[in-house]
Every structure is written in structure tokens, then in C-alpha cells.
């Protein structure tokens, strides 16, 4: 699912498409603005996002072998909750029958 059919399904729960649009871009704003500030944001049931500092380190490239110093980064990190894990499974050991 893109953002266009997050929107479409929205918008049958709240009547038009404009509600749901710009629903679903201030959610996102929020979330975005919040990571980005370095703030955690916790949903629960469906799970957290928050930034996580990725140290400089030393890689290789697989091409070619040679060593490849990675700068350090921030990058967002989404961990699921307890209910969302649980939605996933139940729907994997259906998919798995079909």
C-alpha cells in the first residue's frame, strides 16, 4: 500500500478525500518532525519510532574488496508493538495455508 491508497482507504472511513489527505500528511508531519527533533514517538498497539546514531565505521565494498570508511549517521528507526507483531502472524499463517 502507497500513501495514495492509505489515503483512498481513509477517505471511505471519513467521508472525502481532501479530510483524508490532509489527515494523513499532518500523522506523517507530526511523526517526521518529532523523529527529526530527536524526540520518540510511541503509538501504542502499533508500535515507536525514534532515531537511533549510527557510529563511523569501516566497510568493504562487495565488488571489489576494497575497505570504505562509512561516516557516522542518525538514522529513524520503527520498532512494531505487541498488537501490530500480532496482527502480522496471524496474517503470515493465513497467507502461508493459501
Known amino acids: ?3 495514495k491508497e492509505l489515503v483512498d482507504a481513509i477517505a471511505g472511513k471519513v467521508g472525502d478525500k481532501r ?6 500528511n499532518a500523522v506523517l508531519d507530526a511523526i517526521q518532525s518529532a523523529v527529526a527533533s530527536g524526540d520518540k514517538v510511541s503509538i501504542t498497539g502499533f508500535g515507536a519510532f525514534e532515531m537511533v546514531h549510527k557510529p563511523a565505521r569501516t566497510a568493504r565494498n562487495p565488488s571489489t574488496g576494497a575497505e570504505i570508511k562509512v561516516a557516522e549517521s542518525w538514522a529513524p528507526k520503527f520498532r512494531p508493538g505487541s498488537d501490530f507483531k500480532e496482527l502480522v502472524n496471524e496474517g503470515g499463517k493465513k497467507a502461508a495455508k493459501k
Open 1 to 3: 500500500m502507497n500513501k
Open 19 to 24: 479530510t483524508a489527505t490532509e489527515a494523513v
